[in-house]
Structure formats: C-alpha cells, structure tokens
C-alpha cells in the first residue's frame, strides 16, 4: 500500500558534499516539496512527479524487499541515504550513499527519487545526470520571503522532547478548564450534598491557577526558542480553537520520522494527563455523593478514556523507535492498570481511592516530564562486532566467580575494542563517580532489553545490575528449584529475593547455586524456626552477607540457630524487624540520613555465649 515518501540525502556541514542536503517529501498523489540545504542557504521547489516514475519507484522498492537491507559497512565520514515511507507508524531503511548502487531494487529506487531531485530543483542539484525525460511537472521556486513561514528547516531545529512538550504541555489549561466546567455543571444540579465540595474545589482550582499559569509561560518559551511564533494561550472561551491551531504551528518542524512521533505521543500524553486530572475530582464529588448518577456515568466515562488513552500512549512512544523510550513506554497503563478499583469498577468513591487517584496525577506528571530526557537521549551505538572466544570464555569465568570484579574490567577493555556498550556500563558502575553517572548507566540498561531477556525467559523479574550485569534477581521458590542451574548460567548473580518460599526453605539451601549467593532475602515469608535452622546448617550459605528476614514468625530457637552457625560468619546485615523475637532494639533516628541499632537484652546474650555478631549492630 502506497504512502508519503520521505527521502532525506548529503549534509550542508560536510565540506566533502557538492550539494548539500536535500529533504524530499513525496505524497501519495504525486505533490512533491525540496528543500535544499547548503553553507550558503536554503532554496526550496514545489512540484508534480510522474504517475510512471512513482510506479517505477514502488515496483523498485518492492524487489529491495522495503524496509528490508543487506548488512553494509558505513565508511567513516560517508553520506546516509535516509528512506521513511508513511511517517513514524511507518518504514525505513538507512544505506550508505554509494552501497546502494549495488543493491537490487533499491539502486533503482534512489536513482529515481535523485532524479527527482534533480529535475523539481531545476538543475541545481545535480546529483545524477540529466534524464531525456520528464518526470517532474508544475514546478515552481518557493519564494525567498515565504521560507521562514512555510519551511521547518529554516527554523531553528527541536529535539524530540521539545515537539513533546509542545504537545503535552497544553494539558494543564485544559484539564484546569475542563474541571471548572465540570463543576458548573454540577452545581446546576441542586445536589445538597454536593455543595460542600463543589465549593471546596473551586478554591482549589483558584489556587492551582498559578501552576497552570506558569505550564503556559513555560510552553511559550519553548516556542519562542523554536522559533515557532505561537500566540499566548488565549482566554477560556477560545482555547478550543488556539488548541486546535496548534498543530498548524508546529508540524512545519516536525522534519523527521522521530520528530513526528513524539509529537504524536506529546498529543497523546495530553489525553492521558486530563483524562486522570477529571478522573481524580470526579472521585472527589463521589466522595460527598457516591449514588448521584450521572456523576457515576461521568466516572465510567472517564475510566474508560484513560484506559484507551494510556494504551495508546504506549504504542505512540514505541513509534519514536528510541530504545531507552521503548522501553518504559508501557509504564502509564501499568500505572492506570494497577490503580486500586478504576478499571474494574466506575471509579473510587471513597477518600482512599480519592487520594490513590490524586496521587497518580501526581506521578503521571512526573512520568510523563521524564519523557522529555529519555526522548533526548541519543541511543547507544551497537557493538560493532559480535564478542570474541576470547570474550565468551571469560563472561564464563566471570558467571562461575561473579565476586571476582576484576575479570570484569578486563572484560571491559577487550569489549571496548568493538565498541561494545557493555563495557561502558561496567566501567559506569565499577568507577562512575560523578553525579549523572548512575542515570547514564541505568538509560543503558533499559536501552539494552537484551541484556536481561534470557532471565526473565526463565521467570526472574524485577533485575537489578551491579558492576555491568543483572546482579540480583526476584524470583518464586518453585522456578528456582526447577531452573536454578539456567538462571545461575545466564548472569553473574549475587542476589537473591526469593517469593511463594513458604515451606520451601529447607529445599532451597540445599542448593549447590547459593555458594555463591552474597544476599538472599526472605522477606515476608512465613520462614519459621526450621527453615532458619536449615539455613544455618547450610556450607552453601557461607558466602551470605545479608539476610532479609523481616516480618516472619521467627521465635529466640531460629534466631539461636543464625548466632550459632558455623557457616554465617561472614554475615554483616541480619534484618529481623517484624519478628516476635527481634534481637535488636528499634531504629533511633539521629539525623535525617543516620540510624543506630542497638541488641536486647536477649542480643546480648546471644554475644555472650557465641561471640561479637556484626549484625546485632547497625549504624
């Protein structure tokens, strides 16, 4: 199915390029715009390409198999041939300049949109040589003064976050007008029992007013920098139509695939934005009138709408094809989905579902702010090059000796030499001392899925790296007893949170895996007296250094077994907190960043008979 082509080739900055760089858009009925861009200006051509050179072009890229391409080298410093059909939903392909002349189907293909370029530019870009034929009618030279008004590349170029912000930004005039309205509506009810509220959120909203005063200043230097023009945010009773001019002012610019997908998700996280700002003082009203009607049809409503919209936020931000947006992109539904009673019911009407509501606005504003750096954040090259035997030999030895950090440097220096991203992540989290060098490394662990792929095949869930891989993983007692031994061999593991591990205590420390476990947490899970004894008398637990033991059953015979063991010496952090026989008196608090910890009695006791022990003691 045919679409709007985008053809962009060659770079103004690259004195090695004769032409500069041009940005073709084609439409589907053959209305085709140039833009050509050089150290000396920008011209721009408008015209018609022939209904038998666009069947020419599509048969082409049909034999190249679109978007499909062979693997290709990219000579230092060459030109990128940059092919989009149908915008962000749709394709592309990314070929070095002179590789796709011997590319069936795609060196026809680019010989005819070049050809194209050639003839809409009237002979200015002389990219191929001249055609015996016409392929390009009604041409016409875009006047010099219209090109700051009609052209996106003559205005100062936006990232990605900026188009998003352009579009999302709006979301708090309209929610704040959208519930003043709402407001108006119920008051014209006569519902006595509204009253209360109805007022009560009117000062609110006064109060609020300065917030959204400031979102609209803050959209306005925004599109004063881009360039943009845009009027201010008008009075109420004319944002509708400012808001739907809007997209007039700002998709000039939106010159790229990526571009116009963030935009796309801008627009959408606007939805998403005011569907949970109506929702949240929606249940507020319920809470002073939980069987008025009509206001538990507006919550079925708006339940509704944020369902749809947060899904389709998710596959808007997957569009932008940016790893690190991918892959937090599901967040907001996960978010919506896990709201206590919005989707399965209307919507809360109860001051607790009130508040859990108020609270996702909350954090889905600050979700939604953090797009803007991960939509900015250039994606990690790829490695170069697959690792060498010399590489898989030594992930072994540093899977076997995941304690041993020094095998990962040495892994590190020789995966740098293909550029390989990992080695990165490692040196961040081995030697990273400056301030953002933690959210680098975490931006390259979630643009790295692969990374944690094969582990979450065999159940783990919630992973966390240390030292440039996965270092602690959550998993249920039942899928570490059946494929501990796969999970042990796919990462250099060091930590342990064990879930559903009721009764099977004793059956997890006689596993062989855990001699090389530093943490394991128990957390929570009735662990009694004798899977505590079980795990005392276990040589694999000696390496463990801290114990999560926390609200359990324990009695003084299991903590007796922990004091007692011959194989727990090592073992620094021992959290019993929750536990009927808790050795260690409650947290003092001396500042806002400290805490002490001091044993009982019956802790000191327990020093008495078998020694200092490093966990009674926390500071």
Not at 258 to 265: D, H, M, N, S, Y
Not at 338 to 361: A, I, K
Request: glycine share 6%; aromatic share 4%.
């Amino acid at each position: 199915m045919r679409d709007r082509i985008y053809y962009s080739v060659g770079s103004e900055h690259n004195p090695g390029d004769p032409f500069g760089r041009s940005w073709l858009v084609i439409e589907v009925d053959g209305r085709a715009r140039l833009d050509q861009f050089t150290r000396a200006g920008h011209s721009a051509w408008t015209g018609t390409v022939a209904a038998s050179a666009l069947d020419k072009l599509w048969a082409a890229l049909e034999e190249a198999k679109f978007p499909a391409m062979p693997r290709h080298p990219v000579p230092a410093g060459s030109a990128i041939r940059d092919l989009n059909v149908g915008g962000p939903d749709g394709k592309s392909a990314y070929i070095a300049y002179h590789v796709a002349e011997s590319l069936p189907g795609y060196n026809v293909a680019f010989h005819v949109l070049d050809s194209v370029i050639r003839q809409i530019s009237e002979d200015t870009v002389k990219c191929v040589p001249a055609s015996d034929s016409r392929i390009v009618e009604a041409i016409a030279r875009v006047p010099a003064q219209d090109l700051d008004t009609t052209t996106p590349q003559r205005r100062p170029a936006i990232s990605p976050g900026t188009a998003f912000l352009l579009a999302y930004l709006p979301a708090r005039r309209v929610a704040h007008l959208a519930q003043l309205e709402l407001l108006d509506l119920y008051a014209t009810l006569a519902d006595p029992a509204l009253d209360h509220a109805i007022e009560f959120s009117r000062r609110a909203l006064k109060i609020e007013k300065s917030k959204v005063d400031d979102a609209d200043k803050r959209l306005a230097d925004i599109a004063s920098k881009a360039g943009l023009g845009l009027p201010p945010v008008p009075p109420a009773r004319d944002v509708p139509a400012w808001l739907a001019a809007l997209p007039g002012h700002v998709r000039p610019s939106l010159t790229t695939p990526v571009l116009e997908a963030a935009w796309k998700a801008g627009e959408r996280a606007r939805l998403v934005s005011i569907s949970v700002a109506l929702a949240a003082h929606i249940a507020y009203l319920r809470c002073a009138a939980p069987e008025n009607p009509d206001l538990r049809a507006e919550a079925e409503d708006r339940a509704r709408d944020l369902e749809a919209s947060s899904s389709a936020l998710t596959a808007d931000l997957t569009a932008t094809g940016l790893p690190l947006v991918i892959s937090q992109a599901g967040n907001v539904a996960e978010m919506v989905s896990l709201t206590n009673r919005l989707m399965h019911t209307p919507t809360p009407n109860t001051s607790g579902g009130y508040r859990q509501l108020n609270e996702l606005v909350r954090d889905l504003d600050t979700f939604l702010e953090g797009k803007v750096r991960q939509l900015d954040t250039a994606p990690p090259p790829a490695a170069c090059a697959p690792p060498t035997t010399e590489e898989e030999a030594l992930l072994a030895r540093i899977i076997a000796t995941p304690s041993d950090l020094g095998l990962r440097l040495e892994f590190a220096a020789l995966a740098e030499r293909r550029n390989d991203p990992r080695a990165k992540l490692i040196k961040l989290q081995l030697t990273g001392i400056e301030d953002d060098d933690h959210q680098k490394a975490m931006d390259l662990i979630d643009s790295h899925p692969e990374w944690t792929a094969r582990l979450e095949e065999l159940g783990a869930r919630d992973i966390k790296f240390g030292a440039g891989f996965p270092d602690t993983i959550t998993v249920d007692a039942a899928v570490l007893l059946a494929r501990g031994a796969e999970l042990f061999a796919a990462a250099p593991l060091r930590g342990l949170r064990v879930r559903a591990a009721k009764g099977r205590v004793g059956e997890i420390v006689r596993l062989p895996l855990l001699a090389t476990i530093d943490v394991l947490d128990l957390d929570d899970q009735a662990v009694a007296d004798d899977d505590v004894i079980a795990l005392a008398a276990s040589s694999h637990a000696a390496r463990l250094r801290q114990l999560d033991l926390r609200y359990n059953p324990l009695t003084a015979r299991g903590i007796e077994a922990l004091a007692a063991s011959p194989h727990l010496k090592r073992l620094e952090v021992v959290n019993l907190d929750g536990n009927p026989a808790d050795p260690v008196d409650r947290l003092e608090y001396y500042d806002e960043t400290n805490q002490h910890a001091v044993p009982t009695e019956a802790g000191k006791a327990l020093e008495a008979k078998h020694g200092p022990l490093r966990w009674l003691r926390r500071s």
